[in-house]
């Protein structure tokens, strides 16, 4: 058992899976250069070191090249684990993403089989509009992908295992201030989820939840960094007596349904908390589906808290605002209970 | 049952049976999807087809110097490719009639034909796309230690597209063994070379990234498969990609519902003059000593191929209800 | 008043615009090919008669090149009118349009306008994976656009001004078996909604939506074909004498929510129905916004009828499964009302 | 105030007051950025910076050749590029510590520093998405019947990515008034030329568009700025873009945190001698008749300028609550 931050475990997950198959590799920006970051945020720092440049292959800026080659490498036999150095770039593979990688096993009728792995960091972190965006539902919403979204060491290490061993596209987001990641790449104003990590192999199998807290009286559900904002408000409320339950559903495609519906049959009240905007974001679902099947069990209407619908800003006292605070969950638990 | 098919010729010359083997493929090709065209217009084939009727020297040539385990990316335009690579008329009837014996169950349809058992990637429908995707599967060749070639199909309208661009380059510094076969038919849908391009040949762009590029007749099956070989024993060897034009023309219109009003009919009658079907015949009579040459033969033989492949069709039930939710993920081989 | 599809209602709407305006013009692939076809879909035909190639301007075959200088454009004084062929093809610009052309405007702090119009294609049309996405909510979650779709010949020439005329990208999702194409383009299956259309000026103001049949026992909300499929669900409904309310919104963003929320406060009962893929789809929000704002009215549970989580499928009986059928929409509505 | 930011050095010969001009613009370009880091580093600027350090000529030189109403589109190291087209540095250091009187209100950034008032864009963070957006602006300057040209600057980084090759292409079919101005300045991030290129120079790239391709020494401002006179002549005069590598070199860290381990100290200190500063003051040394030149007036002057641009912020409030739902869509002028 070791103590590490996210962006240690990934390390170490990703140093795993390389020893364990030679087909996994690892492509991407910046990510193998010697004397470099390993990465935009140190994930893959010193893994060129053992496994060389061809198994950490630095590619050109080119993201939608780079994703379609990644692509084409895990059709025919190899195991790529993809990065962006920002989430936002994803957009500028998107076409890769959302019409290659996941119809392509559809439209082959099930003849074949694309196991890759893509990682994309998330969340404000004041770099304003195209630095700083949580887009998760955009993929989310592309039947073929797997999405995942670990906000542990824990999870972040057996997620990636298990992303790396799916036959699937996974996506793995990763949130910028929970990476823990150090030295002059380390992040202002960083939660650090420092925590245990087995040292054995094992995996977090994708599309089950974790309760991070239990408590009878509302359900909140958070991801990634929010995950952190509603333990904060839970341990606030609890000062009034309302016990949250607050779940993590660590996968978001496929979706650990049954671990939310099962806490608002006995809660019977719902909240979602996410750093995205609002509108179809993606406590949108979350929202919809409770109120689709857990209906007759509310007491009162499924609560979305959740950035505006405006483009992450760039100043730092907006950026609060932007973001859910912990007053803002709490305050919402107040409304919905009181 | 078919030379060209079985990707076996290898030389530069080709003798008398390597030329016949090649006329094969084309005219399977050409008889293939003029039957598609017909079964399009009596509605039993569904939704719009891409014919490649005029281009067929070009998938022929080009797979005639492929290895059966080497592989393919096709285009919206594939049924040529896939023909060539050695994928069964049957199946490819099958999916175009939306049959789940289809090469995609009916899944995919004429835009996606392929067969990765062929070395046929399902086929890539978003012009630009299938590029990079070629190129990865040429990494993944080098990495598993392999020496397969990967080709990527692609019209010459795809040349402006990023993905392209970044698929070359990526191709060029890593040395990759990958073929990136230009299709260029004079036309991308409607628009001609000269509005989307300021230079005369889309192999000039092989400049921008250290790598060789050629343009040869695209109608002249020979032409195509010489170049292709070089350019094959190259990416073999370690020593990179090519980028290989091929002058061809699409004497169809771009899918089911182009009249082609936007070409001169001179134009059109000066590339069905140099009919790559024409131009393969000529070459097999010139042969030294010269060959009678009477492909009727070979016509009621593919006829018979594609009678067979419809049939099956025919007789191949649709995708059940189920399949609607199946394959979205990967469910084993 | 004259009487039309909605290809020709486009088409006589940009007509319009840029006999009016100077700086409107139109930019895509294969619109203005002489002897060619108007766009995938004739919308553009002729017009290059009357305003020349430099006003209908064909492009390469390179979707975000020309998004992008289509942005540039609009931030310089003039009012593009962009198409993509297919709206599958709009994730090759997504970059342009989710980090430029939607963020431009606020990263700015509100120094320039981005009025640019953007076209697309959309709906399930035997064309396999890659051709029949209907990919809406993609652009409904990105703030700083507009998002329109139009499902009668009205709305198109009346929202396709309205937009042209709005100082911000606004995208127009065209459903393309209501285009009412003519010739050989015309599409199987197809709806071809023919209506009236004005001779003189009119604009349908961005953010109205319509009441297309009155009700009083559910509302139902759809959206282009489904727009259609509600109101033949309404008239067999009417037949057991459930009253059906279908509202067609016609502007995704800003979005008509008091028109919905109102009606649901009348009916009680509320069901959305759309062509897109169900989870995390458009009908989420929809569906997650009736049930936090319209909660102690709501009778039942919000209800969403839509595609299954698959690519579209080639195989027109697969096809004809993944589509909500009327069926598929009444049976929603009995079970929800019985 | 400053001639070569007043956009007014149109002559490809320039004499002494031309050179100064141009001096005390990389200069004023130095200490800004200076001092950027030095508030970085006390933590009055939050977030990252770009730092333009070292390739001061380039900005200079090529925005000294255009008029004031020509357009700008600058990266994710835009400090230099919107300083040399004349925009206000109070407005840049306001929008640096997030102030409202920022030019983008403190809502965009460093990474998005522009003022349409002077012809500078937003600057575009996204590599290579600029390009395609300076292509438009420079249509727009055709449509709208102007003799304005545009100006894309990139590092050599974004010329690897697919918006790169889909506006050169453009631009160049269309002829449009636009330079593509490439800061070759060694690396992307941490990766080195060598690594993501296969030919030795980017201009090279200008032939597979058919436009013109110049690569100068970037670090000269008189070479920058006679190239960029050329090509600005030629896409005014609607002769068509042009593709102009400035070779240069970053002397700090890609951003704020990196400490370049993995660039040479010989290859730093190479650079660092022929810095874009002393090649100016020795070109100003070389006039014919010989030139006294002591910098410290205009030191003292630039000194001043920035030392009132980070009152100006420091005073500036922060935006205020309300700004963050505002301007999600235009308010108007
Ligand atoms: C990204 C993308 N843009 C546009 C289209 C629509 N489209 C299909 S084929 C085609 C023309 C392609 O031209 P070219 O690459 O020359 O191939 P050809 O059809 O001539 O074989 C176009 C524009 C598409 N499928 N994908
Ligand atoms: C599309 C995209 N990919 C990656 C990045 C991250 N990134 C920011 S700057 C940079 C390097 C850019 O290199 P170059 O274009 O040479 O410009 P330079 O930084 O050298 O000025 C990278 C990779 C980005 N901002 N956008
Ligand atoms: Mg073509
Ligand atoms: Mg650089």
New interface residues.
């Given amino acids: 058992m070791a103590t590490m931050g996210i962006a240690e475990a990934l390390r170490e997950g990703i140093r795993e899976e390389m020893r364990r198959d030679p087909?996994v590799?690892c492509i991407g920006e910046d990510i193998g250069v010697k004397g470099g970051w390993g990465g935009a945020f140190t994930v893959t720092l010193g893994l060129v070191d053992e496994f060389g440049p061809?198994?950490i292959l630095d590619?050109?800026i080119?993201e939608?090249?780079?994703?379609?080659?990644?692509?084409?490498?895990?059709?025919?036999?190899?195991r790529p684990i993809a990065d962006v150095q920002y989430g936002d770039f994803l957009f500028c593979m998107m076409?890769?993403l959302a019409?290659?990688a996941a119809k392509?096993?559809?439209?082959?009728?099930?003849?074949?089989?694309?196991?890759l792995v893509m990682r994309a960091p998330v969340g404000s972190t004041r770099r304003g509009a195209q630095h700083a965006q949580t887009l998760e539902v955009f993929f989310t919403h592309i039947?073929?992908l797997?999405v995942v979204a670990p906000s542990t060491a824990y999870d972040a290490k057996g997620l990636l295992k298990a992303a790396v061993r799916d036959?699937?596209p996974v996506l793995m987001f990763e949130h910028k201030l929970l990476y823990g990641s150090k030295g002059n790449r380390a992040e202002k104003g960083a939660v650090s989820p420092i925590g245990e990590v087995p040292d054995e192999d094992y995996v977090v199998p994708i599309g089950k939840g974790a309760i991070r807290r239990k408590g009878r009286d509302v359900t909140i559900v958070g991801k990634l960094l929010t995950v952190y904002r509603a333990l904060a408000a839970a341990d606030r409320l609890a000062e009034d007596g309302i016990e949250a339950e607050v779940i993590d559903p660590r996968s978001l495609i496929p979706l650990d349904k049954e671990m939310i519906l099962e806490s608002v049959r006995k809660t019977h009240r719902f909240v979602v908390v996410e750093e995205d905007n609002r509108t179809h974001g993606w406590g949108a679902e979350i929202a919809a589906m409770v109120a689709e099947e857990a209906f007759w069990w509310l007491d009162g209407p499924p609560v979305r808290v959740s950035a505006p619908d405006t483009p992450p800003p760039f100043a730092p006292n907006l950026e609060e605002l932007y973001v859910p605070s912990v007053e803002r969950v709490v305050d919402a638990v107040r409304r919905l209970v009181g | 049952m078919n030379a060209a098919n079985a990707n076996g010729l290898q030389s530069s010359v080709p003798g008398e049976a390597d030329l016949i083997a090649l006329y094969r493929t084309m005219l399977l090709i050409r008889r293939f999807e003029e039957r598609c065209n017909a079964l399009f217009l009596q509605g039993r084939i569904?939704?719009?087809l891409h014919l490649y009727i005029g281009q067929e020297a070009v998938a022929t040539g080009v797979c005639s110097a492929l290895r059966a385990d080497d592989?393919v990316?096709g285009t919206h335009r594939p049924h040529g490719h896939a023909l060539a690579k050695g994928v069964s008329p049957r199946v490819i009837m099958a999916e175009l009639m939306?049959?789940v014996t289809?090469?995609?169950?009916?899944?995919?349809?004429?835009?996606?034909v392929?067969?990765?058992r062929k070395g046929v990637?399902?086929a890539?429908?978003?012009?630009?796309?299938g590029?990079?995707?070629?190129?990865?599967?040429?990494?993944?060749?080098r990495?598993?230690g392999t020496d397969q070639v990967?080709v990527a199909f692609h019209g010459e309208?795809?040349a402006?597209?990023?993905?392209?661009?970044?698929?070359l380059?990526?191709a060029?510094?890593w040395k990759l063994p990958v073929l990136f076969v230009c299709e260029n038919n004079l036309y991308?849908?409607?628009?001609h070379f000269s509005?989307?391009?300021?230079?005369p040949r889309v192999s000039?762009?092989a400049?921008?990234?250290?790598?060789p590029g050629e343009t040869v007749d695209g109608n002249d099956v020979v032409a195509v498969h010489d170049a292709a070989l070089r350019a094959v024993e190259r990416a073999r060897s370690g020593a990179g990609p090519t980028l290989l034009e091929c002058l061809t023309y699409r004497q169809c219109g771009h899918s089911r519902?182009?009249?082609?009003?936007?070409?001169p009919d001179e134009e059109e009658a000066l590339w069905k003059e140099r009919d790559p079907l024409k131009v393969a015949a000529a070459r097999i009579r010139a042969l030294v000593p010269p060959v009678p040459f009477d492909p009727s033969g070979i016509e009621a033989d593919v006829a018979a191929e594609i009678d067979d492949a419809i049939a099956f069709a025919e007789e191949s039930p649709?995708?059940a209800?189920e399949?609607?939710?199946?394959?979205?993920?990967?469910?084993g081989d």
Wanted: proline share 6%; net charge negative.
């Fill in positions: 087909t590799f061809e198994r590619t050109p080119s939608s090249g780079f994703c379609g080659i990644a692509i084409g490498a895990a059709m025919t036999g190899m076409d890769q019409n290659q392509m096993t559809y439209m082959a009728g099930g003849a074949v089989k694309v196991p039947p073929g797997k036959d699937n | 569904p939704s719009t592989w990316v939306a049959k289809g090469c995609c169950r009916g899944k995919g349809g004429s835009m996606h392929g067969d990765v990637f399902p890539v429908a978003i012009v630009g796309a590029l990079p995707i070629a190129a990865g599967a040429a990494l993944s060749a990495m598993r990967a309208g795809a402006n597209e990023g993905d392209w661009h970044e698929a380059n990526m060029a510094i991308g849908a409607s628009t509005k989307a391009f300021a230079i000039d762009r400049c921008a990234y250290g790598m519902s182009d009249a082609c009003d936007y070409r649709a995708p209800p399949d609607l939710e199946r394959h979205v993920y990967w469910e």
